[in-house]
């Protein structure tokens, strides 16, 4: 079955533009969805990782490894010409072990010949991808420690049973979760370069639109695909297009001293705040094609940046979003 098409997605207009965002610059630091089920969080990211062109690994290299990553990492790139694969998408199951995750001891090939060789994780398969994690609330701290570690770094180091492994692993992580089964600690959560608020569509239109499409999809994937066919093309082309000009976009002072003021207004933790809202305007920038960060592209991404790293306020109980959007009134008055 093909695909739900990314643009044939109904409303979530946040979440699709943080996860574009994302693909443009995966040094944004990852995107956190909060939201009711079936809202379709799963749906968007596979959606959005099918639609991005092949890239180009070394074809015997276990990791997917691009070029210049075989000549960082020699001792574990494989040889071969370079052959087009798709983009990785890999679902990190919440049963998942450490050894699962990061990589261990080829135990098969241990006993069969004695050869002490590196069995790879899941982390490699989703190097240049996505890794996605549903509930990721639910998942083990360790391993939500692990994970952002390497997300951060772009490496994995395994030092275990006598092995000592360090291959690339450059990902988009993307969690997703029930805010009711649980809350992702603030420590953990703040490590995301995005946090998105998805809610069920209240609106009738939206709801019978949304049946229609699914009823579509289901009686003929692959038409429905066809007919999302252009529309998808038209998005991939921002893409490619937006992560070309990331580099010669430019962000004004002025710009930069309206993100300083927007962080201290609402009272955000560190600085990663502000190094995010920065990253993130100047990729939605690339986007929409423009040559400068403006205080329009500021405002559009400052909730998504921002409200996961909000202080609770004991006598402001409103929620991060609209405390955010009253700083925005203030700031940019």
Not at 68 to 87: E, F, I, M, N
Not at 245 to 266: G, N, Q, Y
Not at 301 to 315: N, Y
Request: with cysteine; aromatic share 4%; charged share 30%.
């Amino acid at each position: 079955m093909a695909r739900f098409p990314f643009s044939a997605i109904v409303g979530q207009d946040e979440m699709k533009q943080a996860l574009l965002i994302a693909a443009v610059d995966p040094a944004i630091g990852g995107v956190m969805v909060f939201g009711d089920r079936g809202t379709g969080k799963s749906t968007a990211a596979r959606a959005l990782a099918s639609l991005l062109p092949p890239i180009s690994a070394i074809q015997d290299c276990p990791y997917g490894c691009s070029k210049d990553d075989q000549a960082r990492y020699p001792d574990v790139c494989g040889t071969g010409p370079l052959r087009k694969r798709p983009v990785p998408f890999v679902d990190l199951p919440l049963g998942a072990t450490e050894d699962r995750v990061l990589g261990a001891l080829d135990l098969e090939r241990a006993l069969r010949s004695g050869e002490k060789a590196f069995e790879p994780g899941l982390l490699a398969k989703a190097h240049r991808g996505f890794l996605y994690i549903d509930e990721i609330n639910l998942l083990e701290d360790h391993l939500v420690d692990l994970l952002l570690d390497v997300a951060a770094s772009g490496e994995n180091v395994v030092e275990r049973e006598g092995l000592s492994v360090r291959h690339p692993a450059k990902f988009v992580l993307i969690g997703s979760g029930n805010p009711e089964e649980g809350e992702l600690r603030p420590q953990l959560l703040d490590r995301f370069g995005l946090s998105v608020e998805v809610r069920t569509p209240g609106d009738i239109e939206s709801r019978v639109e949304i049946m229609r499409r699914c009823a579509a999809q289901e009686a003929d994937s692959q038409g429905f695909a066809d007919d999302w066919a252009d529309e998808d093309a038209k998005v991939l082309r921002r893409v490619d297009r937006g992560r070309k000009r990331l580099v010669s976009v430019t962000i004004p002072d002025a710009v930069l001293h309206k993100a300083a003021e927007l962080c201290m207004a609402v009272g955000a933790d560190g600085l990663r705040g502000e190094l995010t809202l920065m990253r993130a305007a100047k990729a939605l920038a690339a986007l929409e094609g423009a040559k400068t960060v403006g205080q329009a592209h500021l405002v559009a991404v400052a909730p998504s940046a921002l409200r996961h790293r909000l202080r609770r306020d004991v006598l402001d109980e409103t929620g991060s979003t609209a405390r955010i959007e009253r700083a925005l009134d203030e700031v940019f008055a």
